[in-house]
């Protein structure tokens, strides 16, 4: 039984004479100890989704069931107490700048039954556990924001949360800081057990922290499954432009477009993206064209990564080939769950020019 299940969401904002679905027909299960990533661009209904987890955001339509319980049929003190097992990490800290550190971190415990002995010891193992010692007296503007985020994740565990819950709490940092703040997400999710749903529009955010992701798009989920599922076998177009923005294809894709070199080649149907995963890396793909097909084959550009243990594939490729010979190399690699696709650098070039 999943510990979060969401049943056929739907969220209905009306305004004066505006009636906006932020979110329609969502449904998603998410076990405990999973790190679930949402993925979606601005204004894909992810922080209203999620608000809805701890009824922050009441749902026009459909259930919310946390630990087989409907949340819906709570009373305000139930609520109460659902809120404190749900930490949440909002996207703009907002830690309250009155306060030091180690009160904002203190502050969720009020009214709570700890005693103030239990409160003083974990505000400093919380401390330590997001690298702030020292910062204890420090006001929020005395900090940068990776710390701020630190002292944001540190306060959304005061209450020993099951559940963690971040919106986009990695967007306003440079890289490094990102990547520190995922490690610590990703002790939390790992040596606490905590669950995480994790919002983002960074692909490369879901691919290092988390084991399943839901993509969104105007309100509803367009694709969902294992990270695994959806990096090696992605449905939809927007799933595909997401996928390519963390292994540098469509940045190869770009570049090449702008090479009038590789622009003729392709109006030739000769570049070829080549897509694999798992045991086909074994295989000596290029070699194989050579010796069975005569065809000889150009390494353009290539990409071999890990998601879950499993190497997966994408090289841009140019072949010289008949093009019937072309059908049965297809037909051949296709066999081998290798995927050929035709690249033309004409067409990528508007749709490139479209976005832009
Ligand atoms: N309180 C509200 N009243 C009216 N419309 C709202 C409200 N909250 C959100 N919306 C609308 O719902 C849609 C989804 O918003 P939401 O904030 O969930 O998107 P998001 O995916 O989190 O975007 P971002 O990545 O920019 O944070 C938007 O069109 C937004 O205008
Ligand atoms: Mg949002």
Redesign the pocket.
Known sequence: MAQISLEHIDVT?K?KHQV?K?VQDVSLQIEKGDAYGIV?Y????????VRVINHLQKPSAGKVIIDNKDIDKFSLAQIRQLRKNIGFIFQHFNLMNARTIEDNILYPMVGTKTSNEERKERVQRLINLVGLNGKEKFYPAQLSGGQKQRVAIARALANNPQILISD?ATSALDPKTTQAILQLLKKINKELGVTIVLIT?EMDVVKSLCNKVAV?DTGKVVEKGSILEVFSNPKTQLTKDFIDTTNNVKEAVDTLSAQERFVELSRNQQLFRLHYIGASTETPIIIDLYQKFGAVANIVYGNIEFISNVPLGNLIIEIDAEESTIKEIKEYLASKDVHLTNINLDQEKIRNSKEG
């Not at 601005?42 to 989704?49: P, Y």
């Open positions: 904002f305004q906006s932020a979606g601005s204004g894909a209904g992810k922080s209203t989704l986009e529009h969104m």
